[in-house]
């Protein structure tokens, strides 16, 4: 139990830096996805401790694992993305790419839409 209560105080923390960003310049703050991929990463990993700490079964194991899943992608992502842009020659492509992913946001969601129909299906 007290590393779970250990990752609630440092979710906690890092709320709290979250809401300073945020208060300056909430507008600009939720303009930026990186700022939603934080707070996903945040509130999701506190979800899955609570619940786990509290023996709560809101949300049954395998979704809690899937959970848990993307939140480790998504921080595996950012990390290697914020550690190429300490480098010139590979600021470029991150900013590249991430502009990319920004203008197929909308090709992806009808995609993922299409897998979940065809998943259903069979």
Aim: aromatic share 18%; glycine share 4%; with cysteine.
């Amino acid at each position: 139990h007290l590393i779970g209560w250990l990752i609630i105080v440092s979710i906690g923390h890092q709320l709290y830096l979250e809401f300073l960003q945020a208060r300056g310049n909430y507008r600009e703050y939720f303009k930026q996805v990186k700022n939603y991929i934080d707070l996903f990463q945040l509130f999701g990993t506190l979800w899955i401790v609570i619940t786990n700490l509290l023996n709560i079964p809101m949300p049954d194991l395998a979704f809690q694992r899937v959970l848990a899943c993307f939140i480790v992608i998504s921080q595996l992502a950012k990390i290697v993305l914020d550690w190429l842009r300490l480098f010139d020659s590979f600021a470029f492509f991150v900013s590249l790419i991430t502009e990319t992913i920004v203008d197929i946001r909308y090709f992806i969601c009808v995609y993922f839409i299409l897998l979940i129909f065809l998943g259903l299906a069979l």
